[in-house]
């Protein structure tokens, strides 16, 4: 079975990590026309009529540059540019979010290009000030790196681990058997999804799965496997995959996140799914790619 979410990091890109330092192979690359470059107001992006817009390095603004790597012949850069650039136009600078419309069909092969860049602004924009002494930070590293300019320590990008599982209960693969989804306060009615939650200091992520489910359920968890990863720099998570089996059943909401929870078999799945009264999510994300491994198949509708 092909998992949908996979589609987003099917073309990966040569990061280059060992050469942000060498200036003047990064100058020599720059001056290469042939680079393309997407340029980041803040943390948006202003697609055109056909897609996302990279641009030469000889139109390229200036800004922080950020070296993203090479695939094929060329080399692939983002310019952070000041946030308020996208203030005259806010309704065509988009969030990431709203760009993965445009990550699609023939353009999704840019999906780890624009990943990499987004996540990079929005760690730019978020980390501006040194939280050791408050000093100014620097980029270097071709924008890899923030270093202070009053206690010299540096600053790297982070990723967030957060977990996102499927839960089912009862005889694996009998028409009895159930998963757990639930809903958020703020989704439109009908709008149901795997739960998720962020990984804690000192904490297991298989002791995260079972947490999370308890608090925002109250169903129990056991055994708990891995299913696989994604990045989803929203603003800096990586969203890692498992599935997990139920001891207990009984649902108890005392999490405000969670409006509803509730079990569905596979024929409960298909028949609200195909009346449209049950939405998933939608196909590039790795929670979609959870439910139809426990379905057996694809299943339509999504957000």
């Not at 987004?118 to 050791?132: D, Q, T």
């Not at 540096?154 to 990723?159: D, T």
């Not at 299913?227 to 800096?236: A, H, K, T």
């Amino acid at each position: 079975m092909t998992f949908p979410h996979l589609s987003l990091v099917a073309d990966p890109h040569d990061r280059l990590g060992l050469l942000r330092t060498d200036e003047a192979w990064l100058q020599e690359r720059w001056a290469d026309r042939s680079g393309r470059v997407l340029v980041i107001a803040g943390t948006r992006v202003r697609p055109g009529p056909d897609g996302l817009e990279w641009i030469s390095t000889a139109d390229a603004p200036d800004g922080v540059r950020v070296l993203l790597g090479v695939r094929g012949d060329v080399t692939w850069w983002a310019v952070i540019v000041p946030g308020e650039v996208a203030k005259a136009e806010p309704e065509r600078w988009l969030p990431l979010r709203g760009l993965l419309p445009f990550l699609g069909g023939d353009q999704v092969g840019q999906a780890p290009l624009v990943f990499h860049a987004v996540g990079l602004a929005e760690w730019h924009w978020a980390h501006r000030f040194c939280p050791r002494c408050g000093g100014a930070l620097t980029p270097r590293a071709a924008g890899h790196e923030l270093v202070c300019a009053g206690c010299g320590k540096p600053q790297f990008p982070r990723s967030d681990p957060a977990v996102i599982m499927l839960i089912a209960s009862g005889e694996p693969g009998s028409p009895d058997e159930r998963c757990l989804l639930g809903r958020n306060h703020a989704w439109p009615a009908g709008r149901f999804s795997t739960l998720a939650g962020f990984c804690e200091p000192g904490e297991s992520l298989e002791d995260a799965v079972r947490r999370e489910v308890q608090e925002e359920t109250g169903v129990v968890v056991g055994e708990v496997s891995y299913f696989g990863n994604q990045p989803w720099p929203l603003p800096s998570s990586l969203m890692l995959g498992f599935h997990g089996r139920a001891v207990s059943e009984q649902i108890r909401l005392e999490d405000d996140e969670v409006e509803e929870a509730r079990w569905f078999t596979r024929a409960d799945m298909r028949r609200q799914a195909e009346a449209g009264s049950l939405v998933l999510p939608g196909g590039v994300s790795i929670s979609r790619s959870l439910v139809e491994d426990w379905y057996g198949g694809p299943l339509p509708g999504s957000w």
